[in-house]
């Protein structure tokens, strides 16, 4: 075979059409008489914070496989009131922030990016209590055709043993056009949430500087520090569930907003390496599963680095209440 013609030969694809519904193991395909679990406890186990992480992880994992209930075709959603919401920090706060976590490398430029607090009117909205799943976006695969993979998925094949993990390797513009779908498939209105209403849903009214609290605590959340160094099932760190009960706000996998970054009202442009490097980026939020526990502040901006270390996600919002 010529050179020039091994990009177009179906030996040399690279990611093989997707394995057909009921090809792999899911719902109905017989595990749950197999394995003898009961979804409804392994629910209550890895919602169960005095569950070690181990055993949260395994019965999340048999959850994945047999059929999480959690994981319907809508989001399960959390109200967020419309509030007249403060969003970022002050200016004071900057050098502080840095010096906790100069540690892992934090620069002084990308926490002033959160400065200065301003006012924004949040009307009322609804937040999906977990961010999408890997089993919710091949669905959406399926349905439409849209050719692009997440990148963690190896070889472009559905982690079927990672179901309920969030989806994460995704593009911004992936995100959207899942939102798009989801809202004609259901005739309901989803979208990415605005990065003022993420922060406000991850922090609350008492503005925590973590989802859970003032504190970090790397048994709340999955970022480096937890060890896992992978994604795990949603809702597998029940400490860290924001004000308003979402879980995975911090930590698991980034999540994009319906943003792009400009600096706050009054506040300095930085140009860091992600403008430098990609210029227009969209502003991702809540940290991830490969990086520290910096990222998991409720007031970090932050975006999509080209690379392996930033695999992001997202989490659809609704405007009107989800029936």
Not at 28 to 39: E, F, R, V
Not at 150 to 167: E, F, I, S
Not at 196 to 223: C, I, L, S
Request: hydrophobic letters at 35%.
């Amino acid at each position: 075979m010529r050179l020039a013609d091994v990009a177009h030969s179906p030996h040399f694809k690279e990611h093989a059409d997707l394995a057909a519904s009921g090809r792999v193991p899911g719902p109905g395909h017989g595990i749950h008489n197999i394995s003898g679990a009961d979804p409804a406890n392994l629910v209550a186990t890895v919602g169960d914070p005095d569950v070690p992480l181990a055993g949260r992880l395994a019965a999340g994992t048999l959850l994945g496989l047999i059929g999480d209930p959690r994981i319907g075709p809508v989001p399960d959603t959390v109200r967020v009131p419309a509030v007249a919401a403060t969003i970022g920090l002050p200016a004071s706060q900057v050098g502080p922030v840095t010096r906790a976590w100069s540690h892992v490398g934090v620069e002084e430029d990308w926490i002033a990016k959160e400065t200065p607090p301003h006012t924004v009117d949040l009307a009322e909205f609804w937040l999906a209590v977990y961010p999408v799943t890997n089993s919710e976006y091949v669905r959406f695969l399926r349905e439409t055709g849209h050719e692009s993979r997440p990148t963690t998925w190896h070889l472009g094949a559905y982690p079927w043993d990672r179901a309920n993990h969030p989806v994460a390797g995704v593009q911004a513009e992936d995100a959207d056009y899942y939102a798009a779908w989801l809202s004609s498939a259901t005739g309901h209105p989803w979208r990415l949430p605005t990065e003022a209403e993420w922060e406000y849903a991850a922090k609350g009214p008492e503005g925590r500087e973590f989802p859970w609290g003032d504190e970090f605590d790397a048994d709340a959340a999955n970022t480096r520090e937890s060890g896992v160094h992978t994604t795990t099932p949603v809702g597998a760190f029940p400490t860290g569930r924001s004000p308003f009960g979402a879980h995975d706000m911090g930590g698991n996998v980034e999540e994009y907003v319906s943003d792009s970054y400009t600096p706050y009202p009054g506040g300095p442009f930085v140009d860091d390496h992600l403008v430098q490097t990609m210029g227009t980026y969209r502003v991702a939020r809540g940290g991830s599963f490969c990086r520290f526990g910096d990222l998991a502040r409720t007031r970090r901006r932050h975006g999509a680095f080209p690379g392996p270390l930033y695999p992001v996600g997202f989490r659809l919002v609704s405007g009107e209440r989800p029936s």
